[in-house]
C-alpha cells in the first residue's frame, strides 16, 4: 500500500522559510514522477514544483521559481521542497503527489492533476504579512 505522508508546514512571517517533507512508503522515489501541489483557500489545487522526464530535469510554477527548490532523497524516500522568501499569497494547503510507476512525466504534463494516481494528506502553510 502506498502513503505519501507530508510534514513540515505551519505559520510564518513573510520572507520566513520552511521546509516541507513527503516521507513515501509502499513507493520509491527515485526516477519517479513526482510534484508538490497547493490549494489556497477556495481555489482549485495547482502544480507548485516537480520532477519530469524520469526524474532528471525540475519545473516550477512562475509564482514560486527562484524561491522554492524541489529535491529528493533516496536514502530516507522522501520528496522535500524548500521555501524561501514566503508570501502571504503562498498561504495553502500544500500536498504531496506521485505518478504510477509507469506514468511518463513531461515538461508539458508535470502539473496536471490526472498526472498523478498517489497523494499525501497534505500539510499547511500559512503566511502573515
Known amino acids: 500500500q502506498v502513503q505519501l505522508v507530508e510534514s513540515g508546514g505551519g505559520s510564518v512571517q513573510a520572507g520566513g522559510s520552511l521546509r516541507l517533507s513527503c516521507a513515501a512508503s509502499?513507493?520509491?522515489?527515485?526516477?519517479?514522477?513526482m510534484a508538490w501541489f497547493r490549494q489556497p483557500p477556495g481555489k482549485e489545487r495547482e502544480g507548485v514544483a516537480g520532477f519530469y522526464s524520469g526524474g532528471i530535469s525540475t519545473a516550477y510554477a512562475d509564482s514560486v521559481k527562484g524561491r522554492f527548490t524541489i529535491s529528493r532523497d533516496n536514502a530516507t524516500n522522501s520528496v522535500y521542497l524548500q521555501m524561501n522568501s514566503l508570501k502571504p499569497e503562498d498561504t495553502a494547503m500544500y500536498y504531496c503527489?506521485?505518478?504510477?510507476?509507469?506514468?511518463?512525466?513531461?515538461?508539458?504534463?508535470?502539473?496536471?492533476?490526472?498526472?498523478?494516481?498517489?497523494w499525501g494528506q497534505g500539510t499547511q502553510v500559512t503566511v502573515s504579512s
Open positions: 503527489a506521485a505518478a504510477l510507476p509507469s506514468r511518463a512525466c513531461y515538461g508539458a504534463n508535470w502539473s496536471a492533476l490526472r498526472t498523478y494516481y498517489y
Open positions: 509502499g513507493y520509491t522515489v527515485n526516477d519517479k514522477c
